[in-house]
T-cell receptor, first 110, second 114 residues
Framework: GEDVEQSLFLSVREGDSSVINCTYTDSSSTYLYWYKQEPGAGLQLLTYIFSNMDMKQDQRLTVLLNKKDKHLSLRIADTQTGDSAIYFCAETPGDYKLSFGAGTTVTVRA | DTEVTQTPKHLVMGMTNKKSLKCEQHMGHRAMYWYKQKAKKPPELMFVYSYEKLSINESVPSRFSPECPNSSLLNLHLHALQPEDSALYLC?????????????FGPGTRLTVL
């Protein structure tokens, strides 16, 4: 089962911002990750944030980290149809281990 | 270059067949991984190789047999599989050496067991 929690679905209008939320469990996780999976494809590393950071911005992506609440979010600005996918957040509970959330399916509507 | 390649892309096999999945990376990574992913679920770790030695086996049935011939290649040998083994099999690699380590995934092999 997943100790990392994510909402399962998000529907957003094209051009709007998307915000995907995640609650993780392991306060010792050094990195926290966001992966994107399009239908029939593998996992694409979108971005990650080091645990001593509060925010990281990379083009249309903004990651916010609230360590006190163990809350991670991914904001996608100007959401496009190509952003339709499943988004997984993941924490790192130990060497070589990734603990994934259940994944949030993002649907972009015209 | 952060590319991990996997072959074949699709594989259909019977329960008595023997087949192999292949994974390759040329990023100089020393850790390689096999994951199994069922539809609409997150990936589940199966095996980890570190410096060409098996480091983690997540209690995977013996009908799955991993092999790491060298630091760039990872195989998964399949024998006497069951229909419930049908899934997307993902390979990943990372720098290795312990500590925080970002994993890069391949496109996967879609396996169907009849």
């Amino acid at each position: 089962g997943e100790d990392v929690e994510q909402s399962l679905f998000l529907s957003v209008r094209e051009g709007d911002s998307s915000v995907i939320n995640c609650t993780y469990t392991d306060s010792s996780s050094t990195y926290l990750y966001w992966y994107k999976q399009e239908p029939g494809a593998g996992l694409q590393l979108l971005t990650y944030i080091f645990s001593n950071m509060d925010m990281k911005q990379d083009q249309r992506l903004t990651v916010l980290l609230n360590k006190k609440d163990k809350h991670l979010s991914l904001r996608i600005a100007d959401t496009q149809t190509g952003d339709s996918a499943i988004y997984f957040c993941a924490e790192t509970p130990g060497d070589y281990k990734l603990s994934f959330g259940a994944g949030t399916t993002v649907t972009v509507r015209a | 270059d952060t590319e991990v390649t996997q072959t074949p892309k699709h594989l259909v096999m019977g329960m008595t067949n023997k087949k192999s999945l292949k994974c390759e990376q040329h990023m100089g990574h020393r850790a390689m991984y096999w994951y199994k992913q069922k539809a609409k679920k997150p990936p589940e770790l199966m095996f980890v190789y570190s410096y060409e030695k098996l480091s983690i086996n997540e209690s995977v049935p013996s009908r799955f047999s991993p092999e790491c011939p060298n630091s760039s290649l990872l195989n998964l040998h399949l024998h006497a599989l069951q229909p419930e083994d049908s899934a997307l099999y993902l390979c990943a690699s990372s720098r290795g050496g312990g500590g925080p380590d970002t994993q890069y995934f391949g496109p996967g092999t879609r396996l169907t067991v009849l």
